[in-house]
């Protein structure tokens, strides 16, 4: 266990130190000009040197203000950050839990259901919601919704903003779409398999009941093949804030970080960088990063899984 745990922090520091080195990317560029300062083109040179100073500053910087600083005057960047963090989590980890337990459900409902007329809402579906693009679903979800309010279906809801509670919910929504379908498939794979082992037929050779051999036995040895899949949603979980914070204007973590390294949308001749807020954008790093090593370092070593008889 501790070799394990040394392994995965040591990856941790690693992946860490990776994504910091492309956040201190020198950003200068070499602008040409041509007669009355007219644009002509620009281009990168990459230099170590200023790359080190990077990391020196950044380092010399976090001492001398014992952390990463203030937003403004009496306000903690620090603070500021976990807020935002707090309010990100809020949204992603409802969604997989949701993703796992919902997802377990839809997976054994597909495989009882998987020779029944009513399969095309059995694995059928779960391959076609596999299939959509999650930014689709989104945007189908909020015009159905505002449908919805129209035709006096549902009270007011806001699709479009933070700090409300639909906005929360509608979050979670979006972001537990595709671990509950992806962990259904998981589960019913899973399934699938163990019908074929030995224990199963034996089972069914004492006359024990299909549900019962189903949710006793077939279902304990593929809760470990189940959960060695939590690591992966929560990586998506995690990607996904992304594209749901900034299409839905949700002010959490990965809308600010979003909004600390992305590129101006204008710029000035002789302009010596793109300025970025690399202090906040290292601090959002360190936690999203966290979080996949929490993720990572809480699943227990599911390789041996126990065989019921």
Not at 7 to 32: E, N, S
Not at 241 to 248: D, H, N, Q
Request: glycine fraction near 6%; include cysteine.
């Amino acid at each position: 266990m501790l070799k394990f745990l040394l392994k995965q922090a040591a990856m941790w520091v690693l992946v860490m130190t990776l994504f910091l080195a492309l956040l201190f990317l020198p950003r200068d560029i070499i602008y040409q000009e041509g007669r009355a300062v007219k644009f002509l083109g620009a281009k990168y040179e990459y230099s170590l040197e200023k790359h080190i100073d990077q990391f020196q500053e950044f380092i010399t910087y976090i001492k001398e203000n014992k952390g990463l600083g203030d937003v403004m005057e009496g306000h903690s960047r620090v603070e500021s950050i976990m807020h935002t963090f707090i309010k990100s989590m809020k949204i992603a980890i409802p969604a997989l839990f949701i993703g796992l337990f919902v997802g377990v459900a839809k997976g054994v409902l597909d495989y009882r259901i998987r020779n029944k007329k009513t399969n095309i809402f059995g694995e059928t579906l779960t391959r076609f919601f596999l299939s959509i693009p999650d930014l689709f679903l989104i945007i189908m979800i909020q015009i159905g919704v505002m449908t919805a309010y129209s035709w006096g279906l549902l009270p007011y809801m806001r699709v479009y903003g933070s700090d409300t509670m639909s906005t929360t919910i509608l979050g979670i929504i979006y972001l537990s779409i595709y671990p509950v379908f992806y962990i259904a498939n998981i589960t019913f794979l899973s399934i699938r398999d163990e019908q074929a082992m030995d224990y199963i037929k034996t089972a069914f050779s004492k006359g024990t009941s299909s549900l019962r051999v189903l949710y006793t036995h077939v279902l304990k040895n593929c809760y470990p093949k189940i959960l060695s899949h939590t690591n992966t949603i929560t990586l998506y979980t995690l990607s996904n804030l992304f594209i749901v914070e900034f299409l839905t204007n949700y002010r959490g973590a990965a809308y600010f970080f979003y909004q600390s390294v992305a590129s101006p949308f204008i710029f000035a001749v002789g302009q010596e960088q793109y300025p970025i807020n690399i202090y906040s954008a290292a601090g959002y790093i360190f936690l999203f990063t966290s979080v996949i090593f929490l993720s990572k370092i809480s699943q227990p070593d599911w390789k041996k899984p126990a065989v019921s008889a």
